[in-house]
């Protein structure tokens, strides 16, 4: 796998990540492609959301290369991810809760043209109906579903080709689980944006996913169409370390 892949989005080639010189993600290859959604699932502590943040910058690169667009990005961090077309919600601190609904939105955009700020946040409120009568509530009075909701639309703000997400149902409830990974997600990947899913909640995303990269103990050991793996019964023994 390699920047030749021209079709896709981004591209992880060998990708090894971890914090001061402990390596906690090993040799990760992967493709991802627009308008589809693909996760990486496995067991807590499996390097999953390092990997994410070997991405953007906010983990140790420690080798591999990794390319947005057919563009060299490997420790790109910042706004010059941002603006090469990589979004990225963490599962923490992913608004600004002082700020309306609407300020928050109106943030994000700010690399757009001042004109085409207000459209695009039209255009996002259209895609995630629930925030737009909630634009003048301030985001930290916003119940947790509805929250990651404005990250998702915050992040997206800049038209990404690709957008990261790290557990973005942790600590919701049954409904707004459903409603994100259910209800928005698809419909982002139909927008054509290229999405890469954490998600603990396994059976979930692979539902919703094209395909999925099962992660234990910081490589991906299995990698394959999501059609193949949701009645195969080696992902539980891969989850546990048996595999």
């Given at each position: ?9 981004l591209?992880?080639?060998s ?37 994410l943040?070997?991405?953007?910058g ?24 941002v ?8 599962q923490?601190?992913?608004?600004f ?22 459209a ?11 925030l ?6 301030i ?20 038209s ?7 557990e ?7 409904e ?10 698809p ?34 050991r ?22």
């Open positions: 796998m390699s920047a030749s892949d021209s079709t896709a989005a591209v992880l080639d990708v090894s990540a971890g914090y001061g010189g402990h390596e906690v993600v090993r040799g990760v290859s992967l493709s991802l492609h627009p308008g589809r959604i693909e996760c990486v699932v496995g067991p807590n502590g499996a390097g999953k959301s390092t990997l943040r070997a991405i953007t906010d983990a140790q690169f420690l080798g591999g290369r990794i390319w947005l667009g057919g563009s060299d990005i490997s420790r790109m961090a910042g706004n010059r991810l603006r090469r077309g990589l979004a990225w919600v963490p923490l601190d992913d608004v809760t002082t700020l309306t609904v609407r300020e928050n939105l109106e943030l994000g955009g700010f690399l757009l043209p001042r004109r085409r700020v207000a695009r946040v039209d255009e996002l409120l259209d895609l995630f109906p629930l737009r009568s909630l634009t003048s509530r985001a930290g009075r916003l119940s947790g579903g509805e929250r990651k909701l404005l990250a998702i639309a915050r992040a997206l703000m800049p990404p080709t690709a957008l990261l997400l790290d973005p149902t942790a600590g919701l409830s049954p707004m689980t459903g409603l994100v990974l259910e209800g928005q997600l419909r982002l990947s139909e927008s054509g944006v290229a999405v890469l899913l954490v998600e603990q909640r396994a059976i979930e995303a692979i539902e919703i996913s094209a395909r999925v990269h099962v992660m234990v103990s910081g490589e991906i299995v990698s394959r169409p999501a059609a193949e793996v949701r009645d195969w019964d080696e992902l539980a023994r891969l989850f546990l370390g048996e595999g």
